[in-house]
Structures are given as C-alpha cells and as structure tokens.
Nanobody
Framework: QVQLVESGGGLVQPGGSLRLSCAVSGLTLGYYAIGWFRQAPGKEREGVSCISSSDGSTYYADSMKGRFTISRDTAKNTVYLQMNSLKPEDTAVYYC???????????????????WGKGTLVTVSS
C-alpha cells in the first residue's frame, strides 16, 4: 500500500522558515519523481517543486525560486521542502505527490499524479 505522509506545517511569521517532510512508503524514491503542490483557500492547486528520481534534478515554480529548496533522503525514503523567507501568500495546504514517472514535468503539472498525501497546513501570519 502506497502512502505519502506530509508533516512539518504550522504557523510561522512572515520572513520565517519551515521544513516540510513527505514520508513515502510502498514505493521507492529511486523510481518515482516526487512533487510538492499547494492549495490556498479559494484558489486552484498549484505546483511548487519537484525532484526527479533519475538524477535528482529539481524544479521550482517561479515564485518559489531562491526561497524554497527540495531535497530527498533515499535511505529514509523521505522528501523535504525547506521554505525560507515565507510570505503571507505562501499560506496554503501543502501536498506531496508521486506520478508514474521518474522525471519531473517542467511545468509542475498535477494531472498525472498517481499518489497523493493528505496535506499539511502552512499559515504565514503575524
């Protein structure tokens, strides 16, 4: 049974940092790309970042470049999203997901994700 479990969300002040974790079971990171997505209240879900399984290439949405860093620990089968310089507009539920492919789509699409976590809420507010 495949499970993706996000953790690390919470309340943080603007300018602060959080590290999200996506613990994966039932599939091996070496064979699946992992993406992070987010959905803010009243908005559509959007791609945040992705890390490929083949060579560890990373991709980011433009608004996250320079602030967010995706990484993975294959020994722990876990993917991380380090988020720095957080802004109120980063407030959203963050999800990790895995497609049936090893590579990341540069546009961070979500229509072919095979597995999803349940999400973790990030609130950026003073």
């Amino acid at each position: 049974q495949v499970q993706l479990v996000e953790s690390g969300g919470g309340l943080v002040q603007p300018g602060g940092s959080l590290r999200l974790s996506c613990a994966v079971s039932g599939l091996t990171l070496g064979y699946y790309a992992i993406g992070w997505f987010r959905q803010a209240p009243g908005k559509e879900r959007e791609g945040v970042s992705c890390i490929s399984s083949s060579d560890g290439s990373t991709y980011y949405a433009d608004s996250m470049k320079g602030r967010f860093t995706i990484s993975r620990d294959t020994a722990k089968n876990t993917v991380y999203l380090q988020m720095n310089s957080l802004k109120p507009e980063d407030t959203a539920v963050y999800y990790c997901a895995a497609p049936y492919r090893t590579w990341c789509h540069p546009d961070l699409v979500d229509y072919d994700m095979a597995y999803w976590g349940k999400g973790t809420l990030v609130t950026v507010s003073s």
